[in-house]
């Protein structure tokens, strides 16, 4: 959980989005994660835990259809709601200011993973063209060999592909939508790790 929703402020949030109308768990779900800009969505463990917790202290009640609950906020709770104002006005604002750091920070890490991507694309490039000279050069006595035209030409073509086809999709990822914090940290480590693994692999 976010750090702006700290010390029973996410309790207070949920009265306020249930106060706009009656919702059920994913719906306050995809809400936060809109507010958030898609950089923070809470899980159900954290959601529905906290509605009932609202329902036992009278501040929610719910409905059940087809399987699914859908919560409204009752008089008390908005009666908590009113005398929070004051808070909510101040959470308002931290999360207008988290909502900046974390953009600022996701802006960051999708630089850092377009470099690494490019990074990868260049060593890789670079080791293809190595190992293509490699099959051309022989040693100062001995007469230039051939070149290769069987299974390693076939893999080299292959692996220029998958090269493409990797770039590729990655950049694709990258610019179909915003990742959260963790996501993005996670991609850096394995474009470094199998840029690491490719460095040894090839030199």
């Known amino acids: 959980m976010t750090a702006v929703f700290s010390h029973g402020r996410l309790r207070l949030y949920l009265l306020k989005l249930l106060d706009d109308g009656p919702k059920h768990g994913y719906?306050?779900?995809?809400?936060?994660?809109d507010r958030f800009l898609g950089l923070y969505a809470p899980s159900a463990g954290t959601i529905y835990p906290r509605l009932q917790r609202l329902e036992a202290e009278g501040l929610v009640s719910h409905t059940a259809a087809g399987g699914r609950k859908t919560y409204d906020i009752t008089d008390a709770?908005?009666?908590?709601?009113?005398q929070r104002a004051g808070e909510l006005t101040e959470l308002e604002s931290d999360i207008a200011a988290s909502v900046?750091?974390?953009?600022?920070?996701?802006g960051e890490i999708r630089s850092e993973?377009?470099?690494s991507v490019r990074d990868l694309k260049r060593e890789l490039s670079e080791a293809t063209r190595q190992t293509r000279r490699t099959r051309w050069e022989a040693p100062?006595?001995?007469p230039r060999p051939t070149p290769a035209a069987g299974p390693q030409a076939v893999l080299l073509d292959e692996l220029d592909q998958r090269l493409a086809a990797f770039t590729a999709e990655v950049g694709r990822l990258v610019r179909a939508r915003q990742f959260s914090e963790t996501q993005l940290s996670t991609a850096i480590r394995l474009l470094d790790g199998a840029l690491d693994g490719l460095r040894r692999l090839l030199r």
């Open 77 to 82: 709770g908005r009666a908590e709601l009113h």
């Open 113 to 115: 993973v377009r470099g």
């Open 140 to 142: 100062a006595a001995s």
């Open 27 to 33: 719906e306050l779900i995809r809400l936060l994660e």
């Open 100 to 106: 900046a750091d974390l953009s600022s920070l996701a």
